[in-house]
């Protein structure tokens, strides 16, 4: 167990509809990363929330938004979507260290999405 | 733009052999490289981080290098066992910000 909690784990929705993926990170993490996975792809990296502001950007689509809260935990938010947008999705975690180096991260079990 | 190369998508060897993975990078200077384990529809899980000031870093049957001239870091497991049999993803970073992975290896290993 990572510590990192995704919910839910299995979304099954319609083309054109709304979801949100929720991830609770491991206690005391302030960072927050979220990565798209489809099908025998690599990870694709969205965005990075640190302490409940936007870090980074990645391949994150403009129907796709997401948000850290001041409890840590986070939601990516998809918009319209598309066949496509099937994937799993994984939220992961890590700490932060005072001179800006390096930690590993965790990650949750993930969101497995199909849009239908 | 920052490109991250795995060597190969699949990687066969026996077992009691060892297996060696490759981690190309381009156009950035990570100051960090990390190395994860991924099965199939699970989550990545850490096996080892080096720093750009460190050769090479050992764990249990787990070696990484790092040359940042070459600009390349070299994944080994030795005396592999068909539970080692994943794919591997490589992450070089600056630091914790947007922590970007490879494409992956996906190691076999037949008994």
């Known amino acids: 167990d990572s510590g990192v909690t995704q919910t839910p784990k299995h979304l099954i929705t319609a083309t054109g509809q709304r979801v949100t993926l929720r991830c609770s990170p491991r206690?005391?993490?302030?960072?927050v990363y979220w990565y798209q996975q489809s099908l025998d792809q690599g990870l694709q990296f969205l965005i990075q929330?640190?302490?409940?502001?936007?870090?980074a950007k990645g391949n994150i689509l403009e129907r796709f938004s997401a948000q850290q809260f001041p409890d840590l935990h986070s939601e990516l938010n998809l918009s319209s979507l598309e066949l496509g947008d099937s994937a799993l999705y994984f939220c992961?975690?890590?700490?932060?260290?005072?001179?800006?180096?390096?930690?590993?991260?965790?990650f949750g079990q993930g969101t497995r999405l199909t849009v239908v | 733009s920052q490109k991250i190369e795995q060597n190969s998508e699949a990687l066969n060897i026996q077992e009691g052999k060892t297996a060696t993975l490759t981690c190309n990078y381009t156009?950035?200077?990570?100051?960090?490289l990390q190395w994860y384990r991924q099965d199939p529809g699970r989550g990545p899980v850490f096996l080892l981080l080096?720093?750009?000031?460190?050769k090479e870093k050992r764990k249990e049957r787990l070696k990484v290098t790092f040359d940042t001239t070459l600009k390349q870091s070299l994944f080994h497991i030795t005396a592999s066992q068909p539970a080692d049999s994943a794919t591997y993803l490589c992450?070089?970073?600056?630091?914790?910000?947007?922590?970007?992975f490879g494409a992956g290896t996906r190691l076999t290993v037949k008994p």
């Open positions: 080096i720093r750009e000031n460190e």
């Open positions: 929330y640190y302490n409940g502001e936007e870090r």
């Open positions: 992450a070089p970073s600056y630091n914790n910000n947007d922590m970007r």
């Open positions: 992961a975690s890590s700490t932060q260290i005072r001179d800006g180096g390096n930690t590993e991260a965790f």
């Open positions: 156009n950035y200077s990570p100051a960090y």
């Open positions: 206690s005391g993490d302030l960072s």
